[in-house]
């Protein structure tokens, strides 16, 4: 894979400065708090809770490119890991997490230009476990 891969947590409203961190491979590109807007974005478009209750705790790892407007490129969105064993939970938790990161970047996600090289290929993960009220 050509460019830099972002590792980005998306979990619970309120997320803390912890759920906000994005490392570059080399270093360069996203600051945290470009990674922080880019997270919250995506969160506000994730319903775990429309997902029945076996695959609301499934934590996954998604790949997908994105072109240089920052709109995620609809057919690069792929699975990458799972915590879950039972394929159907999973299938429906990556549609959920897919159609966040399609839905909430179809006008282009809010990203620096200048750093395109740096989040060109995305890995974001997906952790259910902060977006309930317990």
């Known amino acids: 894979m ?4 972002y590792r980005l947590i ?10 906000a961190q994005a490392t570059a491979l080399d270093g360069s590109g996203l600051t ?6 880019f997270r919250t974005q995506m969160q506000a478009c ?7 209750a ?15 407007t920052g709109v995620p490129v609809a057919d690069s969105l792929e ?3 799972t915590s879950s064993q039972d394929a159907a939970h999973t299938e429906l938790a990556f549609q ?3 159609r966040a ?7 282009g996600y809010d990203l620096p230009a200048a750093a395109f090289a740096s989040w060109e290929h995305v890995e974001v993960t997906f952790d259910p476990s902060g977006m309930r009220v317990r």
């Open 2 to 5: 050509m460019g830099f891969v």
């Open 10 to 19: 998306c979990a619970g409203l309120l997320a803390g400065p912890a759920m």
């Open 32 to 37: 945290e708090q470009d990674a922080a807007a």
């Open 46 to 52: 994730w319903n775990v809770g429309a997902l029945p």
């Open 54 to 68: 076996d695959a609301q705790d499934i934590v996954m790892r998604v790949r997908f490119t994105m072109a240089p």
């Open 79 to 81: 699975l990458v890991e």
């Open 96 to 98: 959920a997490a897919r």
């Open 101 to 107: 990161v399609i839905r909430c970047g179809a006008g």
